[in-house]
Each structure stands twice: as C-alpha cells, then as structure tokens.
C-alpha cells in the first residue's frame, strides 16, 4: 500500500485536497472516482508500511490548528456528522498538511477507528492534551463542546506565545545591529585610525591606549576569540544533551535576574490553565498531571510533577504536594488548597492561570519598557568612549599646533 497526495473536484465543484491510501496509482484514481471525486493531480507521497506512514505529515501552527478545530466543533455543533465535518474541514485547509491530516483521520474513522485514536496516529500535530480531551468528550458525547473549549486554549495558547515572541523581537534586533556595527567600528574603522595616531607620534591619553590595546588585541587574536566561543557553545550544547545537564539548564534558567521570575510565571501559568483545562473536560487528576507534565518541556519541573502525580497516586491531594516540592510559586498550591476544600479546583486553577498570565504580560512591559532603554544607553556608550578616544588626540594635536 502506498500514499497518494492528490487535488480533486466533487459532485459541486468544490476543491478537494488530501491524501488516500491505494495499492496503485490507478487504484487511488478509481478509489477518488467511488468517493465521488474527481482528480486533478494525483501524485506519491510516501510508501506506507505500518507507522511509517504517520511521519509524513509535518507539524502544523498553534494558530492553523484552533481555527480548525473551532470548524469542526461549529459544524459538529450544526448536527453534521463527524466524517462530513472532517471532510468539510479539510477542504478549508489550503496551506500545510493540515487538510491531509484530517482526510487520513477521516479515512481512518471510516475504517471503524474512534476519532481520538485516528487523531493519536498523528503526534506531531495532536499533542496527548489533544487526543485525552476528545476521548472524554466522545465518552460523555460532549464532543463538539470539548472542541470548542480545545480550539479557545489552543487560540489562548498561541496568542500568548505570539505576545511573547513579540515583545522579544525588537530588543533581540537592537542587539544583533548594535553589535554589528561595533564589530565593524572595531575591525574595520578603529585600526586605520589608530595606525594614523601612531603616526603622530605623541603622547595618547589613556582612552586612546585602552582603544588601541583592545583594538590590537582584536586583531592578533580573533582567532582564538573565536575558537573559545565556539568550544563553549558546543560543550554547553553537548552537556545540554545529557539529563543531568538538561535538568541543570532547566534549573538555573529559574535563577536568572528578571528573566528568571517571568520564566517561572510563565510555566506556573501554563501548568495551571493546562490541568485546569483537562479537569473541566473530565479527564482524571492522574491523567491531567501526566499529560501535562509532559508538555512542560523543563525537566527540573517534570521531575517535580513526577513527585506530586506519585503522592496524588498515594491519596493525596493536589495542593499539599505542591506546596512540599517548593518549585512553584506559593499562591499556586494555596489556590489549589481553597479550590479542593471548595470542590472548585479546575476554578480555582483557571483563576491562577489568569493572574499570572496577566502578571506574566505587565512584567513583560515593564521588562521591555526597562530595557530598551538600557540597550540604547549601553550601545551610545561604547560608541560615545570609540568616539572620545579618537578626537581627544586629535584635539590635543590641534591645541599643541596653535
């Protein structure tokens, strides 16, 4: 069997697009014409044998996917059934894989699979918070409402990485081009200059010897600059690699000024609106903290969550073994605590989720707010000391000759 990617036109002359399974490529034709269909391009995409079918499509945006599953809960919603809804979907995807994906899901689902086992084929695109809360939804036969709560986090989600992303973008650039430029002052400018202060053979003040002595020193030995920050930068990749490296990473990276506290807001936010998220579909607690413990993506916090999910399994609650592990911050076990003695606990984690998503967004302004200006005050700097070092000579040479 193989994989056939095609473009077709149905019965109303609508364009289809997607994937079909076929021995031939004659068959796949004559399998698209039974559906219906008629094909317009009908071209190989993969051999398929067991899994490896599944590797084929790639992963999709945040963004392309809550839209998509914000469709198929509309239509779900409007009485359609689930394999005219995923086909109508598909159709609606005219970028990246996504509508291909969705045809396979519908073939498969035309095949007798459930539709969170045709989802779970593709990992890629359908994380395990995905796949959990449509099989809750199909057992309680809430699934166009458990759709709809998946497509609003998944909008949330991508909005608020798209917020941070670009709050990153314009301090990040201002770096990059500052620090080009006086890469470029330093290697290019400074050295023909400095030989031309040599040249007057007088005495230099100190900022013009510490200019040409960096300059010099730049010049003999970039070389060797460059070797030891590429030595660094692998030995911190390898050792990243390892486990006890990644956790020491995962860890620090908590530690950092200023940068530090919005990491762990960030996760702590993250972590609640997820757990939150799985319990109001009613997926158990043990299922929520191993789901979402896996898409932390911080193994000081998984190794963590390992704990509390351990005691949860003991009988404990979920506040008491937050607050002994100390990672998170203490109003997220406190809320916890309220919401269990309240019988509120999804509640109680949404509100949290809410308050440091806010907190996460104003420190992020006051953050960026605050560094900017730094940025600019930093490069303005270095760039007024090049400059001083340069005229004082000059200056001094001018006074001398009148």
Do not use: C
């Amino acid at each position: 069997m193989a994989l056939y990617e095609y473009s077709a036109f149905d019965a109303q002359g609508r364009k289809q697009r997607g994937v079909i399974e076929a021995l031939s490529q004659n068959a796949a034709s004559r399998k698209l014409r039974g559906q219906g269909l008629f094909p317009t391009k009908l071209a190989t995409a993969r051999s398929s044998g067991g899994s490896s079918q599944r590797t084929f499509f790639r992963q999709v945006s945040a963004i392309q996917l809550g839209v998509a599953t914000r469709q198929l809960a509309t239509m779900l919603t409007a009485g359609l059934p689930l394999d005219e809804a995923l086909e109508m979907v598909a159709g609606q995807q005219t970028k990246g894989s996504l509508g291909s994906v969705f045809t396979r899901v519908r073939d498969d689902i035309l095949q007798g699979s459930a539709l969170h086992s045709a989802l779970q084929a593709h990992p890629k695109i359908f994380q395990p918070l995905y796949t959990n809360m449509v099989q809750v939804g199909e057992a309680s036969g809430t699934l166009d409402k458990v759709l709809l709560q998946l497509a609003e986090f998944t909008d949330e989600q991508a909005r608020f990485n798209s917020q941070f992303k670009a709050a990153l973008t314009y301090p990040l650039l201002m770096f990059l081009v500052g620090s080009g430029v006086l890469l470029f002052l330093m290697t290019f400018v400074v050295p023909k200059i400095t030989r031309m202060l040599e040249d007057m053979e007088q005495t230099l003040p100190l900022p013009t010897l510490l200019l040409m002595s960096f300059s010099h020193f730049l010049a003999a030995y970039w070389w060797l600059i460059l070797i030891v920050v590429v030595a660094l930068a692998w030995s911190a990749r390898r050792f990243s690699l390892t486990a006890r490296g990644r956790f020491w990473f995962d860890q620090k990276k908590f530690s950092l000024p200023l940068i530090g506290p919005l990491a762990l807001n960030i996760s702590t936010a993250r972590f609640a609106k997820t757990t939150a998220t799985l319990l109001h579909s009613g997926v158990p607690l043990l299922t929520a903290l191993e789901i979402v413990q896996n898409l932390l993506g911080n193994s000081y916090l998984m190794q963590a969550l390992e704990v509390v999910r351990e005691k949860v399994t003991e009988g404990a609650g979920l506040s008491e073994p937050l607050f002994e592990t100390a990672v998170f911050p203490a109003m997220l076990p406190q809320m916890a605590a309220v919401g269990e003695r309240s019988g509120e606990l999804e509640e109680m984690l949404f509100k949290v989720a809410e308050i440091y998503e806010h907190q996460v967004q104003t420190r992020m302004t006051g953050l960026m707010a605050l560094l900017e200006p730094l940025m600019i005050l930093l490069m303005g700097s270095i760039v007024g000391f090049i400059v001083l070092a340069i005229l004082l000579p000059i200056f001094q040479a001018s006074q001398g000759m009148g």
